[in-house]
């Protein structure tokens, strides 16, 4: 399994965090950079960033006040499912303290609240933290997200 390097800053606004680099966006060094993958999108129409970056400006993304990162850092590429490295993931998340963590979808998110104790999570703000850290969980942008219904909200960025 491929990995990118976490664009992370102290005291980002927001941690986007996804479970995994997809293959595509790993091949191409890019955060998000999967041919269905709207995030970049949705993250201009949801207003964290003045235009709509491309994914080979991820490297940017702390000058608007947003980290990337994944929680599956590792894993031999025969092994399936991957490893969630829960502990890793909250040490990053401890040394750069954002206001705020948002999972980009439920998989995630849902990993690492069963690491730390807690309920897989619905959509929205939860009732638990990461390293202190609120957390908010986003529909996936995934393409494979595209006709998915969002816990009652019309689009992924309501």
């Known amino acids: 399994m491929l990995t990118l390097p976490d664009i992370v800053a102290p ?3 927001v941690v986007f965090c ?5 293959e595509c966006a790993a ?11 709207v995030f970049w999108r949705l993250l201009h129409q949801a207003g964290f ?7 080979r400006e991820d490297d940017t ?3 608007y006040g947003i980290g990337l990162v994944d929680v599956v850092r590792t894993s031999p590429p025969d092994q399936r499912p991957a490893v969630f ?7 990053t998340i401890r040394s750069h303290a954002p206001a705020w963590v948002a999972f980009n979808g439920k998989h995630a998110a849902s990993a690492v609240a069963r690491g730390l104790g807690h309920r897989p999570p619905a959509l929205g703000p939860t009732t638990w933290s990461v390293s202190g850290v609120p957390v908010f ?3 996936s942008s995934s393409g494979a997200n595209q006709r998915r219904e ?3 909200r019309a689009t992924r960025v309501e």
């Open 150 to 152: 969002y816990d009652g």
């Open 61 to 63: 993304a702390p000058t």
């Open 85 to 91: 490295d829960v502990t890793t993931f909250t040490q």
């Open 137 to 139: 969980v986003l529909p």
């Open 18 to 22: 996804a479970p995994a680099v997809g």
């Open 27 to 37: 091949m191409r060094g890019h955060y998000y950079a999967g041919p269905g993958n």
């Open 49 to 55: 960033t003045p235009h709509q970056l491309e994914p």
């Open 11 to 13: 005291g980002l606004d």
